[in-house]
Antibody
Framework: EVKLVESGGGLLKPGGSLKLSCVAS????????MHWVRQAPGKGLEWIGE????????NYAPSIKDRFTISRDNAKNTLYLQMSSVRSEDTATYFC?????WGQGASVTVSS | DVVLTQTPPTLSATIGQSVSISCRSS???????????LNWLLQRPGQPPQLLIY???RLESGVPNRFSGSGSGTDFTLKISGVEAEDLGVYYC?????????FGGGTKLELK
């Protein structure tokens, strides 16, 4: 069974940092580009970034570029999202996904 | 970026009714490798998105065959042949033919 499990969400203040993790199982993790997609409360899905199979290439949406970093550890079947300089508009549920399989999401709230 | 326009934004249906959702792309989603990377997702209330259809018309394992996808180029359709109560939620189309991946705005399926 394909499974993606995010962790690390929480409440943080504007300007703060947080690191999300996503552990994959049930498929060959290193064979897939992995993506982070977020969903603000009551809104649609927003792609925020992706990472190539071995981590050598990453691409980001303009809304988070230079503030968030995506990385992966294929030995641990784990995807990461390092969030820095967060803003209130970063409040959302963050999903890791292959664009076919989806995790349950990690909730991030940015508030003073 | 590719813009996906979903219509209608809201759909009211009775149980057993057949309905269709349209997803139109701002450019052709036919990849140079011959595949068309257009998926359909369902997000039930409080749940993460789940894959229904991939590559335009291929039914994901475990998804009921009342769901079907069709289309080519820039015009795509998701059809539900006989809505059931468990089908209620928000439907999204997503393309990954062109970078970055993009999502339609969603279609909310409600009970009439």
């Amino acid at each position: 069974e394909v499974k993606l499990v995010e962790s690390g969400g929480g409440l943080l203040k504007p300007g703060g940092s947080l690191k999300l993790s996503c552990v994959a199982s049930g498929f060959t993790f290193s064979n897939y580009w992995m993506h982070w997609v977020r969903q603000a409360p009551g809104k649609g899905l927003e792609w925020i970034g992706e990472i190539e199979y071995d981590g050598t290439e990453t691409n980001y949406a303009p809304s988070i570029k230079d503030r968030f970093t995506i990385s992966r550890d294929n030995a641990k079947n784990t995807l990461y999202l390092q969030m820095s300089s967060v803003r209130s508009e970063d409040t959302a549920t963050y999903f890791c996904t292959t664009l076919e399989a989806w995790g349950q999401g990690a909730s991030v709230t940015v508030s003073s | 970026d590719v813009v996906l326009t979903q219509t209608p934004p809201t759909l009211s249906a009775t149980i057993g009714q057949s309905v269709s959702i349209s997803c139109r792309s701002s450019q052709s989603l036919l990849h140079s490798n011959g595949n068309t990377y257009l998926n359909w997702l369902l997000q039930r209330p409080g749940q993460p998105p789940q894959l229904l259809i991939y590559l335009v018309s291929r039914l994901e394992s475990g998804v009921p065959n009342r769901f079907s996808g069709s289309g080519s180029g820039t015009d795509f359709t998701l059809k539900i042949s006989g809505v059931e109560a468990e089908d209620l939620g928000v439907y999204y189309c997503v393309q990954s033919t062109h970078a970055p991946p993009t999502f339609g705005g969603g279609t909310k399926l409600e009970l009439k």
